[in-house]
């Protein structure tokens, strides 16, 4: 599976659009881009996946460059609980597939 | 919510001992992967069930040792469990179809200490 690169931390100001950017230049055109949230101690979440469409979901919208070697996770309206790490994961789908989560971004959202 | 569940949610065992963790999947689901995330890091891939059998291992020795169950559960051992396998434990379960590996979804996790 492609590496993948964030920055470490980000801040966002309550009520403001979360822009979160990876970069993931070796990834090969039968993988995915899969963003993961986790809060404090608990289970990764899912966020949303894609291939080279933009996506958007309930939770987030995912921008995909034409080349695919970078993306951008979007929280249209971060609130406090949007605080957490966040993972951006470059993954195929065959059997055994796993997911290689790097160190992520620390998203914190304040008042 | 995702509908898996892991038990315990805590343990503490001690150096040498065995530990059991247990993970059910969520509805429909039919593949398991085991993850252990150390203190400060990213989770890092154990290995994955599909139809009772391993399939797909990461770089861990063979003292973690896993079952998957005809009900799609699954559990997790570690025999001659060491300080630096002190972590929380997830289980993420998915669904297989053909050629296709599903989204994995994860419990809560179980946290380890051993001392």
């Known amino acids: 599976d492609a590496k993948t690169t964030q920055p470490p931390s980000m801040d966002c100001a309550e009520g403001r659009a979360a822009n979160l950017p990876c970069n993931h230049s070796?990834?090969?055109?039968?993988?995915?881009v899969y963003w993961y949230r986790q809060i404090h101690s608990q289970g990764p979440q899912y966020i949303i996946h894609?291939?080279?469409n933009n996506e958007t979901n309930e939770m987030a919208s995912l921008i995909i460059t034409e080349d695919r070697k970078s993306s951008t996770l979007i929280l249209p309206h971060a609130t406090l609980r949007d605080t957490a790490v966040y993972y951006c994961i470059v993954r195929g789908t065959g059997t055994a597939s796993k997911l290689t989560f790097g160190t992520g971004t620390r998203l914190q959202v304040t008042l | 919510e995702t509908g898996v569940t892991q038990s315990p949610t805590h343990l503490i065992k001690t150096r040498g001992q065995q530990v059991t963790l247990r993970c059910s999947s969520q509805?429909?689901?039919?593949?398991v992967s085991w993850y252990q995330q150390a203190l400060g890091q990213g989770p890092q891939f154990i290995f994955q069930y599909y139809r009772e059998e391993e399939n797909g291992r990461g770089n861990f020795p063979p003292r973690f040792s896993g079952l998957q169950f005809p009900n799609y559960s699954s559990e997790l051992n570690v025999n001659a469990l060491e300080l630096d396998d002190s972590a929380l434990y997830l289980c993420?379960?998915?669904?297989?179809?053909?050629?296709?590996?599903?989204?994995?979804?994860f419990g809560p996790g179980t946290r380890l200490l051993v001392l």
């Open positions: 894609g291939l080279k």
């Open positions: 993420a379960s998915s669904l297989w179809q053909g050629r296709v590996s599903g989204t994995q979804y």
């Open positions: 070796t990834i090969s055109g039968n993988e995915y």
């Open positions: 509805s429909g689901h039919n593949t």
